[in-house]
C-alpha cells in the first residue's frame, strides 16, 4: 500500500505563484548572501543538508542547497509542499520513516536517506508561503529550542533578500516605464516646437515690414522660446535613452575616428580647435554611449567659450580595468562649490552661452548618467578661470 500523503494545495495557490513570480528569482544563478544563510543554518542547526527551497507550480527548486547535488525535485515529493500549509508554523519531523506522509517517499528514503527535517515557512509580507529554510539529516533527532529561535531568525533574513530583490525589481520597471514616458513626450513634442520655429522664421521674412519692429522683436521672441524648448525636448529624448538597455552593444571603436566624426557633427566655427593623437587605440565599448558624452562635453566647451580661440583637447589612458578620458578646454571653468551640482539634472547655473542662451541643464546628467551605465566615474578638474577639465573613466 502507498503511504505517501501528496501535501493539499493551498487556497491562494494561484495568487501564491503570482506572488512568487514577482521576485524574479526562479532559475536564477546562485549568490553569496543566500549560500551563507544556508552555511550558517547548518552549522548552528548541526545539520549536513540545508536548503532554501521556494515551491513552484511542480517543483521544489532550491536557491541554494548545502549539502546534496540537486537542484530541484518533484513537488509531490517535498516536505516543503507540507511546510507552506502553515505559513506560521515551524514544520518538524524527527523521522519521516514513521510519518504516514512520507514514509514511502522513494527521494527521502531510497535516493537521499535522510530521516528528519525541520523547515520555516518563508513568508512574505503579504502573508503568501514561497517555500522553506530547511535542514536535513541521516539521524533521527529534533532540533533545540536554541537552534528552532536561530532557523527562524535565518528564515527572515532570507525573506528580507528575497524583499530586496523584489523592490529592486520594481524600481528597475518604474523607471523603464517612466524613461518610455519620457521619450514618448518628448518625441511628441518635439515636431510641433519645430513648426512654431519655422513659422516664426517664415512670418518674419514674407511679413516683418508690415508688423515693424515691435511685431518683429516679438516673433523673434516666440522663436528663441521654441528653439530652446526644442533644446530642452533633444536633452530628454538623449536623456531618457541613457537608462539601462537603451544603449548599443560594446564594439570595437577607433577612438580617433569617432572623435573626427563627433566634430564633423558639431560644425564647430572656424576659431575652434579640437586637439587629440590622430592614432588613438581601438577599444571595445558602446559607439552611441561614447558619441553622446563626447558630443555633450565639446558642445559645451565650444557654448561657453570665452576666448578669441577656443579649444579643446583629449587624452587617452588604460589600466588593466579601465579606460579613462581627460577632455581640457580653455573656457572659464567652473566654480569648485558648483562640480557636484553641473551633473545634476536641470541645474545651468544660470550662465548663458555665447549666444546669450540657457542652457537646459540636461547634458551633463546625461553625460553622468552615461558613464555610470559604462562602469565609470566622471569628475571635474577647474582652476580658477583656468578652464576645465572633465576625467572620465570606462569598464573595461
Request: proline residues 4%; negative net charge; glycine residues 6%.
Amino acid at each position: 500500500m502507498d503511504l505517501l500523503r501528496h501535501a493539499l494545495i493551498p487556497l491562494n495557490e494561484a495568487e501564491r505563484l503570482r506572488v512568487l513570480s514577482e521576485y524574479d528569482i526562479l532559475d536564477s544563478l546562485p549568490e553569496k548572501g543566500f549560500d551563507d544563510i544556508t552555511r550558517i543554518a547548518a552549522q548552528i542547526c548541526q545539520t549536513p543538508i540545508a536548503l532554501v527551497s521556494l515551491i513552484d507550480a511542480k517543483r521544489q527548486w532550491f536557491k541554494s542547497c548545502r549539502g546534496l547535488q540537486i537542484s530541484e525535485t518533484a513537488r509531490e515529493l517535498a516536505i516543503c509542499s507540507h511546510a507552506i500549509l502553515h505559513p506560521d508554523v515551524l514544520l518538524e519531523v524527527p523521522d519521516t520513516r514513521l510519518d504516514a506522509r512520507f514514509a514511502n517517499n522513494v527521494l527521502l528514503q531510497a535516493e537521499l536517506g535522510v530521516i528528519p527535517y525541520a523547515g520555516v515557512p518563508l513568508v512574505n509580507p503579504e502573508g503568501f508561503a514561497l517555500g522553506t529554510l530547511c535542514v536535513l539529516d541521516y539521524q533521527p533527532r529534533q532540533l533545540s529550542p536554541d537552534q528552532r529561535e536561530s532557523l527562524k531568525a535565518l528564515a527572515n533574513q532570507v525573506m528580507a533578500q528575497l524583499e530586496l530583490r523584489r523592490k529592486v525589481k520594481q524600481l528597475k520597471e518604474s523607471q523603464q516605464e517612466l524613461t518610455q514616458f519620457a521619450f514618448v513626450v518628448a518625441h511628441d513634442l518635439k515636431a510641433p516646437l519645430n513648426q512654431i520655429s519655422s513659422l516664426a522664421q517664415l512670418i518674419t521674412l514674407e511679413y516683418g515690414k508690415q508688423m515693424g519692429d515691435e511685431g518683429t522683436s516679438m516673433i523673434q521672441l516666440l522663436n528663441l522660446s521654441a528653439q530652446h524648448l526644442s533644446a530642452l525636448v533633444t536633452g530628454i529624448l538623449n536623456y531618457s535613452t541613457a537608462s539601462n538597455g537603451q544603449l548599443s552593444a560594446n564594439e570595437p571603436v577607433a577612438l580617433s575616428d569617432l572623435l573626427d566624426e563627433v566634430v564633423k557633427l558639431l560644425s564647430s566655427p572656424d576659431h575652434f580647435e579640437f586637439r587629440y593623437a590622430p592614432d588613438l587605440p581601438t577599444i571595445s565599448t558602446s559607439r552611441t554611449a561614447l558619441t553622446q558624452i563626447f558630443l555633450n562635453l565639446f558642445s559645451n566647451a565650444i557654448k561657453y567659450c570665452d576666448q578669441e580661440k577656443g579649444w579643446v583637447e583629449v587624452h587617452f589612458s588604460q589600466t588593466d580595468s579601465h579606460y579613462q578620458f581627460e577632455v581640457s578646454d580653455n573656457g572659464p571653468g567652473i566654480r569648485e562649490e558648483d562640480h557636484q551640482k553641473i551633473f545634476e539634472l536641470f541645474q545651468n547655473l544660470g550662465k548663458k552661452d555665447r549666444n546669450n542662451h540657457l542652457g537646459t541643464g540636461i547634458g551633463l546628467a546625461t553625460v553622468k548618467k552615461l558613464v555610470t551605465e559604462l562602469g565609470g566615474t566622471i569628475r571635474v578638474v577647474s582652476p580658477a578661470r583656468r578652464g576645465t577639465t572633465f576625467v572620465f573613466t570606462h569598464r573595461k
